[in-house]
């Protein structure tokens, strides 16, 4: 077989991995050998694009190359793609092309403490695509304990959606009914993971029975067990303690839930997760407290995640001493921004493969909701923002300080993230047959961040005034050009929900170990009676 024909073969395969029959027997029919120097694209359908002559960027590898887009999806990368005229040609000579930003964590259209946050699905994903980020996981959180209830009412606020989305859910009370819906959001749903809080007491706060019973459902069912790793006890007793000493400003919150609390709550969710030798993920690790259990527990060989957050890995625990109260209640979010230090020893752990990827738990307040703690700092809506502002500030931060390279920079914000929830190659990688989400970054060209210039709703930012180096100058989703000369083009109902198959790669070998474990045990020793 010659080589052409090879490459056209294994191009068919993986579109027909990606694509229905109908929309992978359209390019049999047109019978062209995509990628080939000589030959041109089909030019009947919509939404054609060839980006030229950048640098495409994978998790594993860089090259100079064109990419074509055609509905949505990759259909080539490589050098002299030539086109009709109805395709749109962008050119990315200096640039690098990437896969966009996945975001693990975000919270939108999120009821908590009182009040909601000031972005919804619309509006918080137009501010991730200004920003490059093309798909983003957001958390389901039960309405009274019922997993369904809050399915349906997040499957509600998604509507008006203008990227892809997956959904995280919280778990936050046990009994039967959770455990069965369990089986039905990973079987039926498309979700493969679940979160549970160790801390907000008398909220969504579990105890660690339950704890139990969650890692064991979660390993049954091949989903990834997360933790919001605070010892909600000692918070409390921490947050009683300020209030008696008098302290009920936004400083209060940073005090009553000092890193020990979080580097507990780490080491008792590993501890328990290999008890059940099942896979965790630590989401908005911030402190060297917790990225050291999760060093020490990875170096043992168990299976677990850590994703620091963009806010704590840029900023530190300063302005939560400002005197004027709106400029520090901004700050609060759960755990608290840390001192100086733990950014870096953050910043550090991930380039040394310590921590596996960034996201942001975009979680936004007006200053008018933070308002809500002006006399009370446990009053306080926790949350910060950060999904328009995490590709740039970690590429300015990490790649242009020479931490890590282009290619870490793709793992850690989109590759790592696609992977670990179970949809690698069709997100977080520009390959022939993934989705058409990518970005156009500019290395030589800066951004500046301000409330007065972002596209989320809230009226203040975490990284006011904030400058750096390169900038996401074309966003692509699902094959449109969304964002382009500081300018979004999006329409709600446009981003589409993404199904996360259970098992992912953390699973792998898991079996096995069990079997060994069980072998071991020597037990139960038959007994004459
Ligand atoms: O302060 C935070 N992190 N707010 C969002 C809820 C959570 O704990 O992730
Ligand atoms: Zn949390
Ligand atoms: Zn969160």
């Known amino acids: 077989m010659g080589s052409s024909v090879r490459c056209f073969t294994s191009l068919m395969l993986l579109l027909s991995i990606f694509l229905p029959v109908s929309e992978s027997s359209q390019f049999c029919k047109a019978g062209i050998e995509y990628g080939d120097s000589e030959c041109e694209f089909p030019s009947s359908s919509s939404s054609k694009i060839l980006i030229k002559g950048g640098t495409v960027v994978n998790a594993h590898h860089q090259e100079i190359a064109d990419v074509y887009v055609e509905d949505g999806i990759i259909v080539a990368v ?19 092309v990437m896969p966009g930003g996945i975001d693990p964590h975000t919270h939108l259209a999120f009821d908590f403490m009182g009040t909601q946050t000031v972005d919804d699905f619309f509006g918080g994903q137009s501010a991730a695509l200004a920003g490059g980020t093309t798909m983003h996981i957001d958390f389901v959180i039960p309405v009274n304990g019922s997993l369904s209830a809050g399915y349906e009412a997040y499957t509600k606020k998604a509507k008006k959606s203008c990227m892809d989305y997956g959904f995280h859910m919280a778990i936050t009370k046990w009994d039967e009914i959770v455990s069965r819906d369990m089986e039905i959001m990973v079987k039926e749903k498309g979700i493969n993971s679940f979160k549970f809080f160790l801390a907000y007491k008398g909220d969504l706060m579990i105890k660690d029975e339950l704890l139990l ?15 919001h790793a605070e010892n909600g006890d000692a918070v409390f ?3 009683k303690r300020m209030i008696e000493l008098g302290i009920t400003g936004p400083e209060g919150h940073a005090l009553s839930r000092p890193a020990v609390l979080e580097g507990e709550a780490t080491a008792r969710a590993i501890r328990l997760a290999g008890f059940m030798d099942t896979p965790l993920y630590v989401v908005h690790v911030m402190s060297i407290d917790a990225m050291e259990e999760i060093a020490e527990a990875r170096k043992k060989g168990q299976r677990v995640i850590g994703e620091p957050v963009v806010s704590g890995l840029v900023l530190d625990d300063s302005e939560l001493w400002n005197p004027d109260f709106k400029t520090a209640a901004k700050f609060v979010m759960s755990p608290p921004i840390r001192a100086a230090g733990h950014g870096e020893a953050l910043q550090a752990a991930l380039s040394t493969g310590v921590l596996q990827l960034v996201g942001t738990d975009h979680c936004g307040f007006s200053s008018a909701q933070k308002a809500l703690g002006i006399d009370d700092f446990r009053k306080i809506p926790n949350g910060v923002n950060g999904i328009e502002e995490r590709m740039h500030l970690v590429w300015d931060t990490m790649v242009e300080s020479g931490q890590i390279s282009v290619t870490d920079y793709v793992r850690l914000t989109s590759t790592e993230c696609a992977r670990i929830f179970n949809i690698y190659p ?9 989705d058409a989400d990518i970005i156009i970054l500019n290395p030589n060209s800066s951004f500046e961040i ?21 900038k996401v100058e074309v966003t692509i989703a699902r094959g449109r050009v969304v964002w382009e000369n500081d300018e979004l083009k999006v329409a709600p109902g446009s981003g589409k929900y993404i199904d996360m198959p259970p098992f992912g790669y953390l699973f792998n070998g898991i079996d096995k170990e069990d079997a060994k474990y069980l072998s071991s045990l020597q037990a139960p020793v038959k007994r004459s009676i």
């Open 450 to 470: 301000s409330a007065s210039s972002h596209h989320s709703r809230s009226d203040t930012n975490v990284f006011e005034g904030r400058r750096g180096k390169g």
């Open 237 to 239: 007793e921490g947050q």
């Open 78 to 96: 490589k050098p002299n793609i030539k086109v009709g005229d109805d395709v749109i040609v962008l050119d990315a000579t200096g640039k690098f």
């Open 426 to 434: 069709r997100k977080g990688a520009i390959l022939a047959g993934s």
């Open 213 to 227: 019973e969650g890692f064991k459902k979660c390993k049954s069912l091949g989903a990834l067990a997360m933790v």
